[in-house]
């Protein structure tokens, strides 16, 4: 038996007196659904105000996000972070001519390896007469084998390549009468005072009534990307070389890009124009998945402008020559300053790099004392993220005639003789055991110098400490000093731990770390658990 509750003619609740039980799985009545719409209406409005919000975030997050890259990630993944740059026609001759060459440099990739490398930069490839490959390295079929060797031996290239000058012989440069706009030109007489990196008038008479421009000297015409044809020839000579295989591109002395005649003081460098040139290079590598690495060449504070925005990048990796820069009588506290200076003003997205030399640059031992440029090598190869040795710095190799192309010091000289196109330069000791130890260290804890150290300097002494406190840590002393140094004034708070690279004899790889004092000129580095 059942019976049936009613209010205004509907079934409102149905009662089974036989189940004893209430269904509620009915039609709910009008004045309920009356009664609930307005809360409907709400419920539906802020779901549609929070959907168009996520909407919109999605679109300005697509917007602003740079585009994925998987062969740059693989890359930087895979890329250890020291760096080995070499200056081909120096570094190994393979067939006694008096040039290295590129079977030379294959030849020489376990003694790169053991130095705890995988990454190599190759400088001097592409000849500044027409963006080909220099002869006297050998051939494109050569480079061609050198990246497959490089592929097998799972290590990666860089390829050094100079958008900012041809050669006073290219075929550009010889049609100058109709090509004059191509280059930066002025009227013979020009008087804005600019000059050349070896301090002499930077411009060059054509004739009476028209001068060329440029920072490198009278062989080296700059271009002007003022002309939107200069750019599109350069970009199709870049294509030419990203389209050989390499992982990245370096491209040096980027501040000088473009300049502003308008500027006495400071109108050959840093002009806002070599952001947007550099912007272009940047989608042009972006799209073949090859790394951009820049090296401005300029002030701690401009440097930091070249990674460029996000969603508008300039640079995989930003070169900075704060080491480069460091000569005799050595200044500890300068040297300090300009690290931390850098590391400071360093924005989030941006990757960064270290020299302590390169082609442009006077070598580490022909600018220091011996026991000094070791110190400096070796700190060096502990400074926050990726630091890209010179070929040679590791054996102490010094400038020959002034001159930083230096032959690689092989002791059989690897084919090079008296006839080679320069002369050998020995090294006057040979610390590439201490470099080779300490570059394995740094490769094996990458995950550490990832990010800024915190420091705590004192003197002759450079201290800095990585990772986090709760994690393993990384500890670097380095004494710059004649005289020693009492460790617990610098070795912030780090009593324990153990050794994995020392120049202390006292202070053995694999022994505890209870180090009192730290001798002349020595340097540990400590892991604490």
């Known amino acids: 038996m059942s019976a049936a509750y009613k209010e205004n003619g509907e079934e409102e609740v149905k009662f089974s007196e036989e189940k004893n039980e209430i269904n509620f799985y009915r039609k709910p009545t009008s004045k309920e659904l009356a009664s609930c719409r307005p809360c409907r209406i709400i419920l539906i409005s802020l779901f549609a105000i929070v959907l168009l919000g996520l909407l919109v975030g999605s679109i300005i997050l697509i917007a602003i996000t740079e585009k994925c890259n998987s062969r740059v990630g693989y890359f930087q993944t895979e890329s250890k972070s020291v760096t080995y740059q070499v200056y081909v026609k120096s570094f190994a001759d393979s067939n006694g001519d008096g040039f290295g060459d590129l079977k030379g440099l294959g030849k020489k990739l376990d003694y790169i390896k053991s130095l705890g490398v995988n990454t190599i930069i190759l400088s001097g490839v592409v000849n500044n007469l027409n963006f080909s490959i220099d002869a006297n390295i050998g051939s494109m079929n050569d480079l061609k084998e050198l990246m497959v060797l490089l592929k097998d031996n799972e290590m990666f290239s860089v390829l050094e390549f100079n958008p900012i000058v041809v050669s006073k012989d290219s075929d550009w440069f010889k049609q100058k009468s109709t090509k004059s706009d191509w280059f930066i030109m002025s009227k013979a007489n020009n008087t804005n005072g600019w000059l050349t990196k070896d301090n002499n008038a930077a411009w060059f008479e054509i004739h009476a009534n028209s001068s060329y421009y440029s920072y490198y000297g009278e062989q080296l015409p700059q271009l002007n990307y003022e002309n939107d044809q200069v750019l599109q020839k350069v970009k199709e000579a870049l294509t030419m070389w990203v389209d050989m295989g390499v992982n990245g591109i370096l491209m040096n002395d980027v501040s000088r890009l473009t300049v502003d005649q308008s500027i006495t003081n400071g109108g050959d460098q840093d002009q806002p124009k070599s952001h947007d040139i550099l912007k272009e290079f940047y989608k042009l590598t972006d799209s073949k998945k090859v790394e951009l690495w820049v090296n401005p060449s300029t002030s701690i504070e401009q440097s930091v402008k070249y990674f460029g925005d996000v969603g508008a990048r300039e640079a995989e990796y930003v070169i900075n020559d704060v080491m480069a820069m460091v000569k005799s009588p050595l200044d500890i506290q300068k040297l300090r300053s300009d690290i931390e200076s850098f590391s400071n003003l360093l924005p989030k997205q941006g990757k960064h790099a270290w020299i302590a030399g390169g082609v442009n640059y006077k070598r580490i031992a022909s600018r220091l004392s011996e026991k000094e440029a070791a110190m400096l090598n070796l700190l060096f190869l502990t400074l926050p993220q990726k630091a890209i040795v010179y070929y040679g710095d ?94 617990d004034s610098v070795d912030q708070g780090v009593k324990e731990g153990v050794v994995i690279f020392s120049v202390n004899p006292e202070q053995t790889v694999g022994k505890k770390f209870d180090a009192k004092t730290l001798g002349a000129y020595q340097m540990i580095v400590v892991k604490v658990e």
């Open 394 to 487: 590791e054996k102490s190799l010094a400038d020959t005639n002034d001159d930083s192309y230096s032959i690689m010091y092989w002791g059989d000289n690897s084919g090079f003789n008296n006839t080679s196109w320069l002369a050998t330069s020995k090294p006057t000791f040979d610390p590439v055991i201490a470099f080779a130890n300490l570059s394995k260290v740094r490769s094996d804890n990458d995950q550490y110098f990832l990010s800024a150290p915190k420091k705590a300097n004192q003197g002759s002494v450079i201290s800095f400490l990585y990772g986090d406190k709760k994690k393993e840590k990384i500890l670097v002393l380095v004494n710059f000093s004649g005289s020693s140094v009492a460790v």
